[in-house]
C-alpha cells in the first residue's frame, strides 16, 4: 500500500475541492495516484472537473521575445526566486530569447549558439559562477503567423518581456497590425488566465476526450441512469467540458458574455480583416517539476547548531 502522505492530500483536495477523508480514502484505493484519484473522486461525483493546474515548483524567469511575425518564449530555472530579480540573470534570459529567434527552439542548439564572444553555454557557466547558483535552459518553443501578428503577455512581470508566465498567441490577418497587436495581447491574457488545453475540439488528444466520456459514464452509471440516457448525457457533458478547455469556446475573460471565437468576429470590424487564431503557446515556470520541500527555519536551527 502506498504511503499517502499529508502533502498528497493536501493537493488532490486544492486540485479537486473534494473533502479531506474523502481525497484520503481515494488516494489509498487508488495507491497513491494522483490522476486516478481525481478521476475516482470525479466517478464518485465528489469532485469538480479537473482542471489540472501543473505544480509549479521550480524559479527562474519565463522570456519572451517577438520580432515582426514570429515570437519565441524561454524557460531558464534556478534555485531560488532572488535570482529572478537579478540584473545579470535577467539578461542572460533575454540573451537566449533572442537567440532562440536566430537558431531555433531545441535546446541543444541553442547552448553552442554565439551571443557575442561567448555560446550560451559559457554564458550560463559564466552567470552561474558569478552569482552563485545553478542554472539551467530548461525549454523553447515558437510560434510564427505568415501574415497577421503574434500577440504576447508576460503575467508577473519583473522586466519586459519577463515574468512567471508567457504567453504567445498567432493572429493571421491582413488587417491593421497595431489593432491586431492589440487585440493579440488581450487574447494572450485570456490564454494565461484560463490555461486551454487546446485551440478547439479537434486539437484535443483521443485519449484526453475518451477518459472524460469514460469518467462521465461511470458517474451517472452509479446513479442508476440507463444506458441510453447515459449515452446523451455524456454527449451533453462533452459540449460543456469543451467550453471548459478549448480556447475558441471558453468564455472570454474580458468579457464573460461571449466566447473567444465571438470575441474575435466581434473585433474583425475594428482590425478590417477577418482573423484567424493558428495557435498557442503556454509557459507557465516550473510546471511539471517537483522541487523538494525543505524547513527553512528547521534549516536556519541547524546551521546555527553547527557554527
Known amino acids: 500500500m502506498a504511503n499517502v502522505t499529508s502533502q498528497m492530500i493536501k493537493d488532490l483536495r486544492e486540485t479537486t475541492g473534494a473533502g479531506m477523508m474523502d481525497c484520503k480514502g481515494a ?29 509549479v515548483a521550480a524559479e527562474g524567469l519565463i522570456g519572451v521575445s517577438v520580432k515582426g511575425t514570429k515570437g519565441v518564449v524561454v524557460e531558464v530555472n534556478s534555485e531560488t526566486d532572488f ?6 540573470f535577467q539578461g542572460l534570459v533575454k540573451m537566449i530569447a533572442n537567440v ?19 555560446t550560451i553555454a559559457e554564458s550560463l557557466s559564466e552567470t552561474i559562477a558569478k552569482i552563485g547558483e545553478n542554472m539551467t535552459l530548461r525549454r523553447a518553443a515558437e510560434l510564427s503567423v505568415k501574415q497577421g501578428v503574434v500577440g504576447s503577455y508576460v503575467h508577473s ?8 508566465i508567457g504567453v504567445l498567441v498567432g493572429l493571421e490577418s491582413s488587417g491593421k497590425a497595431d489593432e ?13 488566465a484560463s490555461n486551454p488545453q487546446a485551440l ?9 476526450v475518451q477518459r472524460e466520456k469514460d469518467v462521465l459514464a461511470e458517474k451517472f452509471k452509479q446513479q442508476g441512469k440507463p444506458a441510453n440516457v447515459i449515452e446523451k448525457i455524456v454527449e451533453s457533458g462533452l459540449k460543456t467540458y469543451y467550453k471548459e478547455v478549448t480556447l475558441l469556446e471558453q468564455a472570454y475573460v474580458h468579457d464573460d458574455k461571449k466566447n473567444v471565437s465571438q470575441a474575435l468576429k466581434e ?9 484567424k487564431i493558428t495557435g498557442f503557446v503556454r509557459f507557465v515556470l516550473g510546471e511539471g517539476i ?12 541547524a546551521a546555527a547548531g553547527q557554527s
Open 27 to 55: 488516494l489509498s484505493e487508488t495507491g497513491g495516484d494522483m490522476d486516478a484519484a481525481v478521476d475516482l473522486l470525479r466517478k464518485k461525483g465528489l469532485a469538480k472537473a479537473a482542471k489540472k493546474a501543473s505544480r
Open 83 to 88: 535570482v529572478a530579480r537579478n540584473d545579470l
Open 100 to 118: 532562440a529567434h536566430d537558431v531555433g527552439t531545441n535546446v541543444e542548439k541553442i547552448k553552442p549558439a554565439k551571443a557575442g564572444s561567448l
Open 157 to 164: 512581470s519583473v522586466s519586459e518581456g519577463l515574468g512567471k
Open 180 to 192: 491586431l497587436t492589440a487585440l493579440g495581447r488581450l487574447v494572450a491574457m485570456h490564454i494565461a
Open 200 to 208: 478547439d475540439a479537434a486539437g484535443l488528444s483521443p485519449e484526453t
Open 267 to 275: 473585433a474583425e470590424g475594428k482590425v478590417g480583416g477577418p482573423i
Open 290 to 301: 517537483e522541487k523538494q520541500e525543505s524547513d527553512f527555519a528547521a534549516e536556519v536551527a
